[in-house]
Each structure stands twice: as C-alpha cells, then as structure tokens.
C-alpha cells in the first residue's frame, strides 16, 4: 500500500487535489458558519458588560471569555460539519468495499467530500488544551465508536469505519487506517478493535484489521488487510505474526 501524491495525508482526513481544488468552497463554508456562533456570543458580551459600572467586571471576565470562545469555536465547527455530513450521507451513504480510485467513482468521491466537511473541525479540535477532545469527544460525532477508560490520544485514528472497545489502549503515532490505497484501487473496510487490547507505539492496523479481546500488538508492528488477531494473543512483526497465546 501506498499513498499517490495527489492524496494530502497530513490528518485522518486526506483529500484527493482534484477534488479539493474543485470544491474548496464547501470547506470554507464550513469555517465561516462556525464563526458565526462565537460571533453573536462575543455581540451579547459586549452589550451586557461593556457598561459603565461593569468596566472591571468585563476585564476580569476577559481571560474567560476567551477560553469559552475557543471552545464554542470548536464545538460549532463539529456541529456544522455534522450537518453536511448528514446530508452528504442521504445523497450517497459510505460503504465498504474496494473501489476505482477514481472522482467518476462515487465511493471514493463522496469519501472525499466527507473528508472536506470533516478537515477544518478535526484541525480546529487539534489545538485544544484539553488532549483527550479530538480523539474521544470529535470523533464520535463523526460515527467512529470509542469505549471508556481508554488511552489514544496521541495515536491517528480514521475517522469513519472504526470500532474501539473499552481499555484499550493504543500507544504513540500508531495509525488505525480504515481506508487505502493500493495501485489504482481505493479501499474503504472497517476496522473493529475489542475490549482490553494494547497497541504498541508507532503500529499500523490496515482495512479490514479485527483484533478481538485482550490481545496485544507490540510496536512497530503492521497489520495486512482483512487481518484478524485472535484473543488473548501476542502478536509481532511485519506483518504482524502470532507469537505466543
């Protein structure tokens, strides 16, 4: 598997150029209705404390306003995204498969479209002070599916198409990869991971990976497409082998 240099793959959101280039206005669209939210919120602050009287109460409250601004900012563009998407998936509803990487193709154009509407909430949720915000709070608005008492928030989860069970716990700059790119083929398949497994640092769980309870993947370790580990196992290697029960 590779990734084609038209494939942006700087998030778990990559856009194919062609039709980033084609449809940028969707992506601003999406930025500018978030603004609007922390727009009237900054308008009703202004107008209920910039008063005579309440000068020093407007100052103290400043540092305040700002973090709930930040915030408001990056729940408003999880929502507004959260609408596209909606109508993008009545229009078109993600499935899995392998399909043509190609705009013609609507799987892997809509994949895209998706990708667009998801980009400027999964960046803007990035910067938040609080880690956990991005891969436990953004992610389930988009579908992705997380347990309790897990850790993962240092790793790079796909934001579509994937299944974590509680305590799982999945070490640092490992990829949990629901989709690919092999030659001229796309590949979109769902990734299942089951209660109680540990992921070593800098792994990567292609399409189709399902790991089923208590099992362990040490790091650096690769899965292959349609990889099943089975439970209470140990597995090693690239690919990743079974190396004791």
């Not at 038209?6 to 992506?27: A, F, M, Q, V």
């Not at 922390?38 to 973090?67: D, T």
Request: some cysteine.
């Amino acid at each position: 598997m590779f990734q084609p240099a038209s494939l942006k793959g700087d998030s778990p959101t990559p856009i194919d150029e062609s039709i980033r280039n084609k449809y940028l206005t969707l992506y601003f669209v999406t930025i500018i209705l978030s603004f609007i939210p922390c727009v009237l919120f900054e308008w009703i602050y202004a107008v209920f404390l910039w008063k005579e009287g309440l000068y020093l109460l407007f100052i103290f409250l400043f540092p305040c306003n700002i973090l709930v601004l930040i915030h408001l900012l990056q729940v408003s563009a999880i929502l507004f995204s959260v609408l596209f998407l909606t109508v993008l998936k009545l229009i078109y509803p993600p499935k899995e498969g392998i399909f043509s990487r190609n705009i013609k193709d609507k799987n892997y154009f809509y994949w895209n479209l998706r990708n667009i509407v998801k980009k400027w909430p999964l960046f803007i949720n990035a910067s938040n002070p609080f880690p956990w915000f991005k891969n436990r709070f953004t992610l389930r608005f988009f579908g992705v599916k997380i347990g309790r008492n897990g850790i993962h928030d240092n790793s790079w989860i796909s934001s579509e198409f994937v299944s974590i069970g509680k305590n799982v716990i999945i070490g640092m700059n490992s990829n949990i990869l629901s989709f690919g790119i092999e030659q001229d083929k796309f590949i979109l398949k769902k990734i299942v991971i089951e209660d109680d497994v540990l992921i070593g640092a800098k792994c990567v769980l292609l399409p189709g990976t399902y790991i089923k309870r208590d099992t362990k993947l040490s790091a650096h370790s690769y899965t292959n497409f349609n990889h099943v580990l089975h439970e209470k196992s140990i597995y090693i290697g690239h690919q990743a082998k079974l190396k004791e029960n």
